[in-house]
């Protein structure tokens, strides 16, 4: 039997269109709960997918920074956030939670 051959599996490969990447936004947001770092990771893949170098220069930030903002392991703060969401041109949207 020949090796089989494992790669890691990454979003960005899926991140084809618009509403690919607002679905799998929201599917973070509905998962997440109250942890950030998975929605920073999201937006990284998103940012990955629509371009870096191009999101650095949309929002005045250095792309190292944002790689390592958007990453899960950093710690954007919130303005970074509403920049890379304004930039990759989505809106925060709120919505009352049912039974809350």
């Not at 051959?5 to 599917?27: F, G, P």
């Not at 870096?52 to 919130?78: C, D, H, I, V, W």
Request: charged letters at 25%.
């Amino acid at each position: 039997m020949g090796k089989i051959k494992l790669r890691r599996w990454d979003a960005v490969e899926y991140l084809k269109t618009e509403e690919d990447m607002v679905a799998y936004l929201q599917a973070c947001m509905d998962e997440a709960g109250d942890d950030a770092a998975l929605i920073a990771a999201a937006l990284g893949d998103i940012a990955r997918a629509k371009g870096m170098t191009q999101l650095a220069k949309e929002t005045g930030l250095g792309r190292e920074s944002l790689y390592k903002a958007l990453s899960g392991e950093g710690n954007p703060s919130f303005g970074t956030i509403l920049k890379v969401i304004h930039a990759l041109g989505l809106k925060l949207q709120p919505q009352a939670i049912s039974g809350a």
